[in-house]
């Protein structure tokens, strides 16, 4: 099955057997049926160490409420078996890519096996039976969608649709309870978002308020919604009760007139979903924006079936050299172009690979030091070897050639108020395109990222992973090299334009992986192509599989073990180099983040606004305090 998102990235690199299990990213979403039940879909990213054996979400105070339909899967599509009782005292390896459901004296548990250490995604589908009730005046509901247990989210995201993407701010309100975050109704979904990583304790309380008529819940509550289950989540919060609507004596249902009977093909449809569980297409069915991304990329649709269709991965052909001339910019964007796309269609293989931002300046630090302008010294200090990095004063090459013309745009030009960087606007993005014009391709960018290092190793001119993140606590120089970390998001989540992509391009970005992934396998090389060697490295970094690689090329030709700086280079990148390949990473994506005065007091505006509608149950902050009498909750992690 499918992943929901392309790719979020994880801000660290770990190894897979770091000793604790954390939960990086935790993104929800629930799609609102027409009986009152709601579709959930979760996307856990997590790191995974040698702790512990299952992951569990607890489901306590359900009342009338059911959970049913439980899926599983992971990052490698696999399905996973499906256990009705679930044995909590077997071993990692017993329970390893197996599901179930674990009864407890408070309610009901959904558990699954942790499998592998390591990044890790887990892809988890159930349905939640009355969870919108019909009250006398409302229809609605206050749940508990995630209570942080052991191993509290770091980021947490919840949408909430309903058939048509028909929410809006006429038919219904929102308020938020038990985290320090935003909420909104927007784009005809309801929209959550916390801010920062949460702390065990704390909730994504949601009390949602529906016009009647918009849904038919089948569970019916006597008594009005507002008194019964609105006064108790408000009373105690920071909201204002009066702006809330509480304190008024005769308060009137929305009057608006019910919404025509939806489309029966569409409703066979939303049937069909939830009896196999697949929410992921439920929402990419939902979602109007993807469906206008997809039907602009036409041609590129086009391409994609063509060259990929009804194939598997091992069917694809091998390419035997660095593909695009070794265009590693462009190869990222072909390679994002695809899986963005193949996210939408069907009997497109998985690759299993995508393009990272991390793996890019893995790759970049590579070549830069097969090409001498990094050198690796050992320097002792208080008795220990230490590893440093002498950064060769950068030569800037002639500007031309930018990538960014060839790039689709949309997703990254629009500014987003939901956005943690909301002082990121159009304006800035523009800016940062023209300062660095002529150098967005790979000369240009190798020698922006050589500049960085450069500035910040000093007057020594030898680099320390800490000396690049107490560089970037100035100011002046995070508003310097800003525009340098904006390129390289944008370079990161663009994807080609309609009639960019090429098939040739696709069959050598894809074969040449394909090619690396299998080389002890494909037999051995002629010594005289050895001069190429480096830069299969290079794309064996930007693939990620760099080590594997290494380790192939010591199988096949045990001879070039003994060239110079080849894979002595790959295994300071994997053991020496590490420290300073994450520096740069989180180094680049906090300065991203950087604001001016001028933004900051833009922000601050903006907040204010929000501060003065957030009892109207539309866009604005969350409360901490509040969320009486919810439904649901428990906890969740692992264990």
């Known amino acids: 099955m499918k992943k929901f998102f392309a790719g979020c990235l994880l801000s660290l690199i770990v190894s897979a057997t770091m000793a604790q299990n954390t939960l990086e990213k935790l993104d929800l979403w629930v799609v609102l049926e027409p009986d009152g039940s709601g579709i959930v879909g979760e996307e856990r990213h997590a790191i995974i160490g040698e702790q512990g054996t299952e992951g569990y979400i607890a489901f306590n105070n359900m009342e009338d409420m ?133 702390k065990q304790g704390e909730a994504v309380i949601i009390l949602l308020q529906l016009q009647k008529g918009l849904l038919n819940p089948v569970s019916k509550v006597k008594g009005s919604f507002t008194e019964t289950v609105k006064r108790k989540a408000l009373e105690g919060s920071d909201y204002d009760l009066e702006d809330a609507g509480l304190d008024e004596e005769n308060m009137d249902p929305f009057t608006m007139a019910a919404p025509e009977e939806e489309d029966t093909e569409y409703g066979l449809l939303i049937a069909i979903l939830a009896v196999v569980g697949i929410v992921g297409y439920a929402v990419r069915e939902k979602n109007k924006e993807e469906k206008t991304y997809l039907e602009r990329q036409a041609k590129n649709v086009e391409i994609l079936n063509e060259t990929l269709r009804n194939k598997k991965l091992d069917d694809l052909p091998y390419y035997r050299n660095p593909p695009l001339g070794g265009n590693l910019l462009l190869s990222g964007i072909t390679l994002n172009t695809v899986d963005r796309l193949s996210y939408f269609l069907d009997n497109i293989p998985d690759l299993k690979v995508k393009f990272e931002l991390r793996l890019l300046y893995e790759a970049l630090i590579l070549r830069l030091i097969y090409k001498g302008q990094i050198q690796v010294v050992s320097e002792t200090q208080n008795g220990k070897i230490q590893k440093l990095f002498r950064i060769s004063e950068p030569a800037e090459p002639a500007r031309g050639g930018d990538l960014t013309a060839s790039l689709n745009n949309e997703r990254w030009r629009t500014e987003n108020e939901m956005d943690k960087n909301e002082a990121i606007g159009s304006t800035v993005i523009k800016n940062a395109i023209s300062e660095n014009r002529g150098l967005i391709n790979d000369a240009g960018i190798e020698y922006l990222v050589q500049s960085l290092l450069y500035a910040a190793a000093g007057q020594d001119h030898l680099l320390q992973p800490k000396e690049l993140e107490d560089y970037m606590t100035n100011d002046a120089n995070c508003e310097e090299w800003r525009p340098l970390s904006i390129v390289l998001d944008i370079l990161a989540e663009g994807t080609l334009k309609n009639n960019q992509l090429k098939k040739d391009n696709v069959t050598q970005v894809v074969g040449f992986f394909r090619y690396l992934k299998d080389f002890s396998l494909v037999g051995e090389r002629n010594l005289e192509e050895t001069a190429l060697w480096k830069e299969f490295l290079v794309f064996a970094a930007f693939y990620g599989i760099a080590d594997k690689v290494s380790k192939d090329m010591k199988k096949v030709a045990p001879d070039v073990a003994s060239m110079e700086g080849l894979l002595q280079s790959v295994q300071l990148l994997y053991e020496d180099f590490l420290p300073l390949t994450t520096s740069l990473y989180s180094t680049i994506r906090t300065v991203h983040s950087y604001q001016t005065a001028s933004e900051k007091a833009a922000l601050r505006e903006k907040e204010a606004r929000r501060e003065r509608s957030r009892s109207s149950g539309g866009s604005g902050r969350s409360s901490y305090s509040g969320g009486g009498g919810h439904r649901g909750g428990g906890g969740s992690g692992f264990r």
């Open 66 to 198: 059911q959970v049913v339909g439980l899926a599983v899967d992971d990052e490698d599509d696999e399905d996973y078996i499906f256990e009705e009782e679930w044995d909590i005292e077997r071993t990692r390896e017993e329970k390893a890519r197996r599901c179930g459901f674990h009864r407890t004296d408070e309610g009901v548990e959904i558990c699954w096996g942790l499998g592998e250490p390591g990044e890790r995604t887990y892809n988890i589908y159930y349905k939640l039976t009355n969870l919108v009730q019909a009250f006398d005046d409302y229809d609605g509901f206050c749940y508990s969608f995630y209570e942080a247990g052991t191993s509290p989210a770091k980021e947490m995201t919840l949408h909430i649709v309903c058939h048509h993407d028909s929410l809006t701010l006429e038919n219904a309100a929102v308020w938020a309870f038990g985290f320090e975050g935003y909420k909104a109704i927007r784009k005809g979904r309801c929209e959550i978002v916390v801010d920062g990583p949460m």
